[in-house]
């Protein structure tokens, strides 16, 4: 355990790299008049009450209430399974790193919403960069690498872990620019800030 938390300490270099770029990216979003209002008025335009209801569970599946109870289930149970901590360490790290860079930044940048209507209660938190996203690309994939892991050897369930990984945040990445609730620069940057924190945890705990 104490060798786990020992390789945390370079991640914070890393992380708060990430947050001065995400800080310095989001200020010139913010002040840059570009075409994604159109585009976000665009898809807007296109809701069916099917596609409604499909985003609503897509955007759920990274809820913050979700993604802590999902996380705390995972850490109780690679924690019994493997009889150590690393695994469980990982995610955890994972997670809390995506995080904080995001809460650090989106009480700095002041992006409102996209101009059109949301179908979710907008959070407290600017709309730079999606959290939605960036967490659910530390836990979906977090999870699929550590599964994978685990699976080595099984290329049918490796193939499906690896599946989920990938295809859950991209779903949770729609869901979000089809409801209203951020534009694409956002849910592009949050793919970006997840994949870089579980990097940088991979590197520093399963390395």
Request: aromatic letters at 8%; proline letters at 5%.
């Amino acid at each position: 355990m104490r060798d786990v938390v020992t390789r945390l300490w370079p991640a914070v270099v890393w992380l708060s790299l990430m947050t001065a770029a995400t800080f310095a990216l989001g200020e010139l979003v913010e002040r840059s008049d570009w075409a994604e209002p159109g585009v976000m008025a665009d898809i807007a335009a296109e809701r069916v009450p099917l596609l409604d209801q499909a985003t609503r569970i897509g955007s759920s599946l990274s809820d913050t209430p979700v993604i802590v109870v999902l996380t705390a289930l995972a850490v109780i149970g690679f924690r019994l399974a493997t009889e150590r901590w690393r695994e469980s360490v990982f995610l955890v790290a994972a997670v809390w790193s995506q995080s904080l860079v995001f809460l650090a930044t989106s009480a700095l940048v002041a992006r409102s919403r996209p101009p059109v209507a949301r179908l979710d209660a907008a959070p407290p938190t600017s709309s730079w960069p999606s959290g939605h996203v960036s967490a659910a690309v530390c836990f979906y994939g977090g999870l699929a690498v550590l599964l994978a892991i685990h699976l080595h050897g099984h290329r049918v369930l490796s193939g499906l872990v690896w599946a989920m990984g990938a295809g859950l945040p991209l779903i949770v990445a729609a869901s979000r620019l089809y409801r209203g609730m951020h534009y694409v620069t956002d849910v592009v940057w949050g793919l970006v800030l997840g994949v870089f924190c579980l990097a940088v945890m991979i590197r520093q705990v399963l390395r």
